[in-house]
RNA sequence: GCCCAGGUGGCGGAAUUGGUAGACGCGCUGGAUUCAAAAUCCAGUACUGCAAGGUGUGCGGGUUCGAUUCCCGCCCUGGGUACCA
């Protein structure tokens, strides 16, 4: 019987379904492994190749931790809200809950088809009423709770009410905007209003009117993470900032040990230094410059009113020659004096119409405004000039940033644009062409820091502005906080309705608060979110429920919040429901989440380091703060699998006309091979003459023509063919014809040997480059196991790599070898019971061992590499030991499932039970050898190799070589200078 | 600019701690089998040279008996990030 692998897979995937093979308990004995793989949303588009790379890798150590024993959690679900399910419902009229579905059942189908052991059971879908309802109660949650610094950790709301009113609020250390003081009695004198208002300011999910980045085209509000380059990720559109009343989650609070649970992470670094990038901690000083109130030669007045700046580099406060204001500075307008008003408002003005992208682009104009105050040095007690420029943000540090030309760049480039005083304050440093950034060196000419290095000045200085009560040392984080708002349908609704403009969270009990239906997917006319359009939205706090907009009183029936919130909330704790996803009353169990704890292994992209990563670990390290979980870390070991990028196939198209006939419409066109191209091509400059005698010859034969008849002659630009017509880069021209009614009579110029060879590039996969390759046509070609092996055998997981399916075969007919092993020539089995020979052994045990490194370094494609080196071998010893292939089978069986449970079961063991077979274990004793090959090298190059007994000692050997005849030749006659012996490994010979 | 990852045959890639560079697979070349093809099997395949030999892991140095591996300085590719004071 030949290797059937049709009928093999399809029987085996029925039977794991039907058993429930890869079910996980939530109460074993045995120890628990969690693998994850990143969700997926469900595109339109369906699985390509790309998908299941990191499927496949999860899936194959899953099952190898089965194999070794453990209780794996293993589950798979789907991220299942978002923006393009809404923009087909917008264009369609479709319910994004319609498309979502049928969606999700294609993915399904075309995971079953690839033979992962998840455990179905424990599906999940963020879009579903019984998922969301448990992210609508995380929610409320962190509305209840602010974050308390002293203890570095979420608190309730109801007991920080209970210090107010106290003590007020000038004893708490909390992550707050909060930058009014009040004791215990102004606390309880203000009316239920205010009390929210302040309390607003310290809850963990809060409302305020905050910056955003708004995108018109998108029609919503978009996270720091969601925008690249000042342009949307989804879509690539402009955004704009906007003041907007917005839901934000205060992950500020969280900063400090988002950086520092980096450490314990078994991560990569680039992960983490992006993460710690993007959180950007940095640690200074804040310092105050007292303002100037007098006339020229007047002494300083009072430090009553100053401006407060933030520096990094206080050792060089001496070098100070002026300061500049962000644009958007409260105190500038009371600052700026009669005679420059006009310009500082301008200025003021055209920076605020500024786009983020538009600030970015412009980074190297130096622009600014003299505001005509100053302010007074707090040491040297010197008049400094107070600006304005656009390279200070309002947004970081205090708005506000003391300029040092001779030690940072923008400041020099700044002060030499303006000609302002570039003062040098380092020992023996030039800064005449640049700034001095460097923390190295000796600071001069500052008073009491002279003479000290960077990092004492640094100490010192801090000491001083400290003991005069001028500012203290400080830490800046860049992160912001996380808009949570967005003006969509596809997401989840928040469980909150608005009383008097304040809003209420929903009680638990009526959870979930599902989406409603809407007519229209757009934003209403006057421009509220699509829920605006939802004519039953109104929240009935008497019955506790969702009921018709027209009972809105404002006494007991309320409006409900029109936004929903975005992708990131669902994925944020998605891994804790699989542990337990049917449970009703608790968004996961104490008892499973202690069992099951974090996830041991978590495979997917990178992209996802500044978005879901940092929100996920948020959220786990917010749950782990009240209790409800054991950990603070979500994920403790990652890999993220590179992209796996298309091929695309090109063909080249010539246009040309006969002499004379300069009208376009009678272009005719013709197709090129690639050699040709390369000789006349030039992608820089498409449109040109041609002069190569070949093409012009060849179309006045066509032509029937003399060359002297054909003149202009234009390339066009490449065109993408569909990669399924293309084999080995050879078009098939047939197809080629057939696929578009306007290649019907096209013509070619081929290459020698007669083909029409593509041209080729490699390119992310889209539809529109014709360069998708779905699984589904493999497995249908090759079967699932050879897809499985051979998308490992591409490479080291963790790097892009070009799809290819020339090495296909490769990987296939490995299988078929294997298959081969256990039969003989007319297909039937043939195994035997006998002892094995040593040999065989020997290749047994240096697999096993082998196999195992691989799979705990995660090196697949070696481990690929290492079977197809096992078969070989067996194949040459004829072996079909049944102790030797049962192992091996083991072993092979999380990489290729189906050949391997459909061999176990010829091999007579019970159906299913390799699965949780024992991993063979590694004997070295078959490894020992009684002889090693010696290369014998001269000054390190390797000349000839001599065997020896692996027991020989030292001097034995060294005297062995010595006395060879090759050794004598190759030392012309001199003594060896040293001779280095190492057992095991190698001679070398010092001339 | 800054941070991170990477640079090895025609191609994808191997090479645990410094010890025979190019495993494994693809492709290619030749051969066997076949009426022929597919499939299968065998041999060869870093470059250069008729050969002996020489040269080779992005480039230039260094450490070492010995460097793809360690150190210093560059170049290139990919990813991230950017007036963050």
Redesign the pocket.
Known sequence: MEYNFREIEAKWRQFWAENQTFKAEDNSEKPKYYVLDMFPYPSGAGLHVGHPLGYIASDIFARYKRLQGFNVLHPMGYDSFGLPAEQYAIQTGQHPDKTTKENIARYREQLDKIGFSFDWSREVRTSSPEYYKWTQWIFTQLFDCWYNNKTQQAERISELELIFASVGNTVVDATTDCEETFNAETWNGFDHEKKEAILQQYRLAYLADSWVNWCPALGTVLA??E???GVSERGGHPVEQKKMRQWSMRIKAYAERLITGLDGLDW???IK??QR??I?K?Q?CSVCFPLWRGTEGEEMLEINESIE?????PDTIFGVSFLVL?PEHPLVAKLTTEDKREAVENYVKASSLKTERD??A??????GEFIGSYAVHPFTGEKVQLWI??????????????A?PCG?Q??W?FANHFGLEIKNIFENIDISEAAYTEKEGKIADSGFLTGLTVKEAMKAAIEAIEAKELGKGKT?Y?LRDAVFSRQRYWGEPFPVYYKNGKPHMIDARYMPIILPEVEKYLPTEDGQPPLGNAPVWAWDTVDNQIVDNVNIDHETVFPMELNTMPGWAGSSWYFLRYMDPHNEQEFVSKEKVDYWKNVDLYIGG??H??GHLLYARFWTKFLYDLGFIGFDEPFQKMINQGMILGRSSLVYKLHYSKLNTQSTDNLKSIFISKSLFEKIGDSKNPLRQITNETIINFIADKNNTSPNEINPLFITNELHVDISIVD?DKLDIEAFKNSREEYKNAEFIYEDDGTYICGSEVEKMSKSKFNVQTPDELVEKFGADTLRMYEM????L?????W?T??I???H??L??FWRLFHDQTGNLLISDEAPSKDSLKTLHKTI??IS?DLE?F?F??G??NF??AV?EL??QKCNNRAILKDLLIMLSPYAPHISEELWVKLGYEAGSINVAPFPTFNPDYLVESAF?Y?I?F?????F?VELPADMSKEDAEAHVLGLEKTQHYLEGKAPK?M?V?PG??V?I?L
Do not use: C, H
């Open positions: 720091n993470d925008v690249i380059n990569t670094d680039s230094d992006q990038n993007w950007g940095s200074g700046v933030f520096t990094t580099r962000a600030r970015q412009n980074v190297k104009n130096i622009s420029g656009d390279y200070v943000l309002a947004s970081y540090g205090t708005g506000a940033v003391m040092v940072d923008r400041d480039d800046n860049r990178s992209e380091a500044t080995n055998f591409l490479g080291p963790e790097q892009s790599k070009p290819d020339k090495g075969n490769g990987v007919n490995f078929r070898k061992q082998k490194i370094r090196s494609n070696t690929v590499s197809m080196i070989n194949g040459e090959s290369p090298s000054n390190g190059k390797v000349r190799s040293k280095i190492v490994r190698i070398n010092v």
